[in-house]
């Protein structure tokens, strides 16, 4: 079974810093594109971030370019967003999903989330 | 990118009643959209991709199709369980984007 483990959220000012992480078990990490992706309370999703498998692609929405960078370690199983120069606007409940099996882009796992609140 | 529509913002249906809910692309998408279900406190959940496929372990009630611009998510006999939020995504152009989602309630 699939599990995606998010942690890393809480509460930091404006302009601070946090690292999510995103711990997976139940598949062969490695040979998955993963991505994270946010929701605002009572909003609707956006999509922040992708990896390729290797870790050698990446790509990031236009709000967070420059800000944020995705990296995976395959030896730990573990995905990573690490998050700097926070705004309000970044408050979100951040989501770690997995790929559906052969497809590209279509969500087929989601952590439960972990949630990320800037605010001074 | 891709603006997504979704149609109607709230819809107000009773268990048993059929649901029929609009996904409509600023730029045709062909057959590369998924819908997903998300109840209060919970992740998403993947319905239906590619437009038209069920994701495993998915009810038969549920149904997509479409292509190009205009999609639909029909649910054949709501059950109690059905009453959530519907989103559409769209896979066919980076960045990847999400309708801002339809509510069934009661």
């Known amino acids: 079974e699939v599990q995606l483990l998010e942690s890393g959220g809480g509460l930091v000012q404006p302009g601070g810093s946090l690292r999510l992480s995103c711990a997976a078990s139940?598949?062969?990490?490695?040979?998955?594109?993963m991505t994270w992706i946010r929701q605002a309370p009572g909003r609707g999703l956006e999509w922040v971030s992708y990896?390729?498998?290797?870790?050698?692609?990446?790509y990031y929405a236009d709000s967070v370019k420059g800000r944020f960078t995705i990296s995976r370690d395959n030896s730990k199983n573990t995905l990573y967003l690490q998050m700097n120069s926070l705004r309000a606007d970044d408050t979100a409940l951040y989501y770690c999903?997995?790929?559906?099996?052969?497809?590209?882009?279509?969500?087929?796992?989601w952590g439960q989330g972990t949630l990320v609140t800037v605010s001074s | 990118e891709i603006v997504l529509t979704q149609s109607p913002a709230t819809l107000s249906l009773s268990p048993g009643e059929r649901a029929t809910l609009s996904c409509r692309a600023s730029?045709?998408?062909?057959?590369?959209l998924a819908w997903y279900q998300q109840k209060p406190g919970q992740a998403p959940r993947l319905l239906i991709y590619?437009?038209?496929n069920r994701a495993t372990g998915i009810p038969a009630r549920f149904s997509g199709s479409g292509s190009g611009t205009d999609f639909t998510l029909t649910i054949g006999s709501l059950e109690p369980e059905d009453f959530a939020v519907y989103y559409c995504?769209?896979?066919?152009?980076?960045?990847?984007?999400f309708g801002p989602g339809t509510k069934v309630d009661i």
């Open positions: 999903t997995k790929f559906l099996d052969g497809s590209g882009s279509i969500f087929a796992d």
């Open positions: 139940g598949f062969t990490f490695s040979y998955y594109e």
């Open positions: 990896i390729s498998g290797n870790g050698g692609a990446t």
């Open positions: 730029q045709s998408v062909s057959g590369s």
């Open positions: 590619d437009a038209s």
């Open positions: 995504q769209q896979r066919s152009k980076w960045p990847v984007t």
